[in-house]
């Protein structure tokens, strides 16, 4: 257009990295008004929904009554969103029970988590996968959980399907059929008696995932360490209720 000044391709790319230098200062003098309001060390933590009903709740009260001097933030998530929270740098740390090889993020393995059967109707031990009823049989979602279970056997008939893991133990808890879950959720949700080991054992990978390319705060450093060490032990408490002989549930002998 004659008599208008347009700007050449070098002008729009200066000026665009220009805005997102002053972005990034108007960050950094947020970040620095908020340490100074507040100084205590900082952690964001997102898990998955079923973790962050059975087993972060007791995690982080725990390493709270070690280190008062800290402020959490937990949101749950399915992990495929957690991924896209720890690219936009929206979270730190992520707890998951599949690993993710993608981009920027590192997955740690922390620990196997024991799969369990659970029914409230079956009273006859450790089960073996394929003497599942499948027409009972209740689909914990199409997750990494539901990927576990079919390396062992395809359920090509179920009763309900469902998109989360505690869905599936409440409606085992109300005897409209049975299922497959991590211990965790099922010792949340269920009584001792409606939870079975699986012969041969079954687990999945408990997984930490965090961005490969920014460094742990020595806090945040602090309570991996912590995750680590509490949950190994926990599990291998876990595994020697579940295993020992002649027990048909987890429930304690009488």
């Not at 959980?145 to 390396?151: G, H, K, M, N, W």
């Not at 965090?210 to 595994?239: G, H, T």
Request: net charge neutral; charged share 20%; glycine share 4%.
């Amino acid at each position: 257009m004659r008599g208008k000044l347009l700007p050449t391709s070098e002008a729009i790319t200066l000026f665009e990295k220009a805005q997102s230098i002053y972005q990034d200062l108007d960050n950094l003098r947020l970040l620095a008004d908020n340490l100074a309001r507040d100084p205590r060390a900082k952690i964001t933590l997102g898990c998955l929904p079923s973790l962050g009903l059975s087993l972060v709740p007791e995690l982080v009260t725990d390493f709270y009554q070690q280190n008062s001097n800290l402020v959490m933030t937990l949101t749950t998530e399915h992990t495929e969103t957690l991924v896209k929270k720890l690219d936009l740098r929206e979270i730190d740390l992520a707890l998951t029970l599949q690993p993710v090889q993608q981009g920027e993020i590192l997955t740690t393995l922390i620990a196997e988590v024991p799969l369990v059967y659970i029914d409230r109707h079956y009273r006859q031990g450790a089960v073996e996968i394929d003497q599942i009823d499948q027409q009972r049989w209740i689909s914990p979602g199409p997750h990494s959980l539901s990927a576990a279970i079919a390396t062992r056997r395809d359920f090509s008939t179920t009763r309900l399907n469902v998109q989360t893991y505690y869905m599936a133990t409440e409606f085992v808890k109300r005897g409209m059929g049975c299922s497959i879950t991590d211990i965790f959720s099922a010792q949340h949700n269920l009584a001792p008696e409606m939870i079975h080991p699986i012969t041969p054992p079954m687990a999945i990978n408990l997984c930490l995932l965090r961005r490969a390319d920014v460094s742990l705060s020595p806090m945040a450093q602090k309570f991996v360490d912590f995750l680590c060490q509490r949950l190994r032990q926990q599990l291998k408490e876990i595994n020697l209720r579940l295993y020992p002989d002649h027990k048909k549930s987890i429930a304690p002998l009488g």
